[in-house]
């Protein structure tokens, strides 16, 4: 990855902005940036921050238990270890590098944080700016190397569903198909799941976060299965539907359904195009089935470093595609007390269409 | 779990603090509290916000997602589902429970949401207020309940432990054993991990939080795995050093000097004992042999619906031990080029001295 390019931009941008310097706390921001792939234990544990200085070399702020990786994995960092806490080395660190401007990631600091920060920073005439999706921005757009790891996730994870998927029969519930899942995954290569694999039978199903139980899966009944894994650090995101069994005529109209509400999004989506749009074209097919209470969620989402980011492709929103996006598009209906139904690809976003990077196989098209 | 009772206490305090009510927003807390499991993908993406006023029913807001899972989790709580965002349902919401203040959980609230919050909710008069450990401070401490899910959590740890220890021979690489682990984890009955199992063999293990790689287990070398499981919403947490092969002199060495700081921290544990004297008392040990440096952590840390919880046993905190709170006792030594070594236990804190929830075995005590 060529970190020094994404640095030089978001230095142009910084400088733009007329602030010296950006503390970078979203692990994946910080990934993009400098490379150091170390783990959070949620937002309350980091494994280490990144300034980048508005010129001049970025310093990633971590604590002992982290010195080696981040050394190993950062050379483009100065590594620098803090004993006393992140502030304490922020309030030596900052005069040193002439940051009287510190900009923050508002939507990635706690409060409590972003506080005690401006409490003790500004003491010294430290001047403190909260900012928002500075680097998410530019992570909207992929450049050839992360298309290319992004389709080998997808590649990947379809390799572990038709793996599962052929031998379906011999897992009798939910938990055993997602435990199956996830270790296959990480069998095969994944660093782990993008999230926690969602195994969903017959009536599960209308919960579109369902939790894998202890449940037999239905015979004849809708199974949903919605997983995902990381590959060098890149996620993939799909969710299959299908019937151990025979389906049933209801089953069958709504899977329909729900494809065709799934090809008329994918249709809309190239640059350009607004998400609300994109949102529209397949929520349309639903509403006019007279489901359209049934498709509470948005259409898709973004997918990277991590497997949900910007854009939304929401009812909400007025933003618009751009070529290199690599977006979800995924449609659904859930009806308490029968199942749910929800399909989902990943597509690269192009000038005039879009790139499906999944395999429509044809079992989709029942 | 009495709920009702935890609801009437933490009630209670929020009258103490003259507020009208408190939004939570931290997963286990929401938990602790309701009942409701629902699984946040990180911080920016909630599923549920509990709002408990100072007197009267507690609602459980949330999204179409997760309405099912709500009402069959948490029939204590009335679920509200927002389509529009929290905080549109907050502005209806409060003036309807006679809610003027409104307190949040500042150490789980970005920055970000917390700006909003305020912009939003205030323009009415209504006064936002910042907490900090409300609720964390009630779960330090256990109740029978508790303490009985977390010594199954601790046992069904050290099942997983023993099954992989009698077949470590048969495992080439770190991510081989950590997957057999995880795995063995699941087929049992836990939830998942309560952290990404750490298996760190030779010089990786001079890395406190390695993660597994590909490269072979070290014939002869040390070989440092610490790992938990979530059973029934409870942690469990245990690190265990061994030497597959023959140990050499220096190992020996090492090892009987962080087992001698373990069980100098566990004579220290006890009720009204400071946490910074229980980490004194293990690092001592290690300091008097010379290795001071290479002990950068502190010696532990509570575990309950968290893995990492309040009481932190920090050398720079003044705060004491309490009956019935639940910690970790873990001190280590880490030695760039060589590896380290760490030995971790979880204890009951009694009035009279700390109940060792671990089986010691005698390979401990090498």
Sequence with gaps: MDYQKRIAKLQEKLRRKKVDGLLVTKPENRRY????????????????MLLVPASGKVHLLTDFRFKLQAEQESPGAEVVIYKKGVLRLLGQLLPDLAVTSLAFESNYTLHSFA????????????????TDGLVETMREIKDEEEISLIRSAVRLNEEVFAEIHSTLADFPTEIDIALAIETSMRRKGAERPSFDTIVASG????LPHAVPGSSPVEKDGSLTIDMGLILDGYCSDMTRNLVVGKPSKRYLELHRLVRKAQLAGIAAVRAGVRVCDADKAARDVIVDAGYGSYFGHSLGHGVGLAVHEEPRLSSRSNKKLKADMIVTVEPGIYIPGWGGIRL????VVREDGCENLNNDSTWLDI
Excluded: Q, W
């Design 33 to 48: 940036l400098c490379g150091y792939r170390g783990g959070d234990h949620g937002i309350n544990e980091t494994s280490g």
């Design 203 to 206: 009536k599960n199903g209308a």
């Design 115 to 130: 506080d005690r920060m401006t409490t003790t920073l500004t003491k010294n005439g430290m001047k403190i700016v909260p």
């Design 344 to 347: 989902e690809n990943m597509f």
